[in-house]
């Protein structure tokens, strides 16, 4: 089939179904776990899942990036316009860096803040120092950042979703699981 030199290859659209998965699973867990009125029992799993969670999609994304600059994606279609490629080379570039500072934000505001990350605890691995100051700035930059997080992940899917369903175009089809053909 003519579409198969255009598609992700095995291992980035594996990383990717995977990552989107964790991610969407975090956010909600990262606000429940900050509502009044929780038992101690069900705020405490939250958080450790919310936390060793995060490591994990840390870890994860190092990967990605790594394997990202190693095998960079195929060419979109010809039939897509040079803006909308400028457009979704962006949005991409924000999503990862948007996932980085999530991620490293929420590690430093644990770390730093004198708090356990059960998973590194258990592996012996080194706390940071330390610093009210630093854990506060962290703290702040994870809460706003989401926002933005939230809001590129909506254009992103609402843009796949166009793709696969109005244009059907095999644009989403360049990252969808199932091979096709
Ligand atoms: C990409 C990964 C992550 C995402 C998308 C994410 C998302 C969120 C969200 C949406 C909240 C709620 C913020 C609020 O309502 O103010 C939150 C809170 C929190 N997250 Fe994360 N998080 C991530 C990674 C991490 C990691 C790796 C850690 C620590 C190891 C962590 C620790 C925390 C903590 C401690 C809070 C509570 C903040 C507070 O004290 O107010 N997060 N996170
Ligand atoms: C759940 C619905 C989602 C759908 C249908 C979807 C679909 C897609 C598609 C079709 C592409 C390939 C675009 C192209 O060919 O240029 C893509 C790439 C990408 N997606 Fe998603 N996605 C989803 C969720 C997410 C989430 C939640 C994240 C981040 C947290 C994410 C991050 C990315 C990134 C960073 C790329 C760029 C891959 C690269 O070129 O390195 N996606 N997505």
Redesign the pocket.
């Given at each position: 089939m003519h579409e198969s030199p255009?598609v992700?290859k095995p291992a980035?659209r594996f990383l990717?179904?995977l990552?989107?998965?964790l991610?969407?699973a975090t956010i909600p867990i990262g606000v429940t776990m900050l509502q009044p009125g929780l038992s101690r029992g069900v705020q405490d799993t939250l958080f450790i899942l919310h936390k060793n969670g995060g490591v994990v999609i840390l870890l994860l994304l190092l990967a990605?990036i790594a394997y990202?600059i190693a095998n960079?994606?195929?060419p979109?279609p010809a039939h897509v316009p040079h803006s909308q490629?400028l457009m979704?080379?962006a949005?991409?570039?924000a999503?990862?860096a948007?996932?980085l500072i999530m991620a490293v934000s929420g590690f430093v505001r644990v770390s730093a803040g004198g708090f356990p990350i059960e998973a590194l605890d258990a592996l012996g691995l080194p706390r940071l120092p330390k610093s009210e100051a630093v854990a506060a700035f962290a703290k702040a930059v994870h809460a706003n950042a989401r926002y933005a997080?939230v809001a590129?992940?909506l254009a992103?899917?609402g843009?796949?979703?166009y793709?696969?369903l109005v244009r059907k175009d095999g644009?989403?089809?360049?990252?969808?699981p199932a091979r096709r053909g």
């Open positions: 255009l992700y980035a990717h179904w990552m989107a998965l991610v969407i990605r990202r960079p994606p195929p979109l490629r979704a080379e949005v991409h570039l999503l990862y948007l996932l997080l590129l992940m992103h899917i843009a796949a979703l793709h696969g644009v989403l089809a360049r990252m969808w």
